[in-house]
Nanobody, 124 residues
Framework: QVQLVESGGGLVQAGGSLRLSCAASGRTFSRYAMGWFRQAPGKEREFVAA????????YYADSVKGRFTISRDNAKNTVYLQMNSLRPEDMAVYYC???WGIGNIILRDEYNHWGQGTQVTVSS
């Protein structure tokens, strides 16, 4: 079994920064990638960023490129999302996800396990 636990969400002013963490536990050894998605009220859950676990290749949604950085700590089995220059439109529940197989890394349905989410609120 796999468990993903997010932390680091909160309230921040526009232009501020937050760092999200996602600690993974359980049978995660063979994972291909981990990613971050977000869902705002009334909207679909959308891709934010992903990282392949072995090589550390990173992928970003256009809306966050240059502002967000995804990284991983193999020893801690944790993935991070550093979010800078936050905007009101970044406000959402952010979810961590784990993907077993090679495939389209930005597709929500390709991911096999999900965390419970952490709320990010950006005030203007």
């Amino acid at each position: 079994q796999v468990q993903l636990v997010e932390s680091g969400g909160g309230l921040v002013q526009a232009g501020g920064s937050l760092r999200l963490s996602c600690a993974a536990s359980g049978r995660t050894f063979s994972r291909y990638a981990m990613g971050w998605f977000r869902q705002a009220p009334g909207k679909e859950r959308e891709f934010v960023a992903a990282i392949t676990w072995s090589r550390g290749n990173t992928y970003y949604a256009d809306s966050v490129k240059g502002r967000f950085t995804i990284s991983r700590d193999n020893a801690k089995n944790t993935v991070y999302l550093q979010m800078n220059s936050l905007r009101p439109e970044d406000m959402a529940v952010y979810y961590c996800a784990l993907k077993w197989g090679i495939g389209n890394i930005i597709l929500r349905d390709e991911y096999n396990h999900w965390g419970q989410g952490t709320q990010v609120t950006v005030s203007s």
